[in-house]
């Protein structure tokens, strides 16, 4: 990728999924749009920016809500804040 920046999808065997996004510019990535299997709320369940790691502390609050738009052939896309030299890890929260 010519931003440098990487994503991808992780499922388990009961069909939950986990979206990765790593960042390995030195620039933080404001906005970025990744593609997402599903449309909805979508929590940060890492990131390796985190001031609790040591780093920055820059990240998403929390979670990013994904809206039905394609994005990278995936149904639903999402944008989200990338800290420089970081990798975010996102888990999709369904609703019953």
């Known amino acids: 990728s010519s931003s440098n920046v990487f994503t991808w999808l992780r499922w388990d065997d009961a069909g ?3 979206a990765v996004a790593a960042n390995l510019s030195p620039a933080p990535r404001g906005s970025y749009r990744i ?16 001031a609790a790691y040591g780093g920055s502390g820059m990240g998403n609050l ?5 809206v039905p738009e ?3 052939e995936r ?9 420089p030299l970081s990798t975010v890890y996102l ?3 369904r609703t019953q």
Do not use: Y
């Open 70 to 72: 394609v994005w990278n």
């Open 16 to 18: 939950n999924c986990v």
């Open 75 to 83: 149904p639903a896309s999402a944008e989200m804040v990338l800290p």
């Open 91 to 93: 888990s999709f929260t």
């Open 62 to 66: 929390g979670a990013v809500v994904a």
């Open 35 to 50: 593609g997402l299997p599903f449309a909805g709320r979508w929590t940060e369940i890492l990131n390796t920016d985190s």
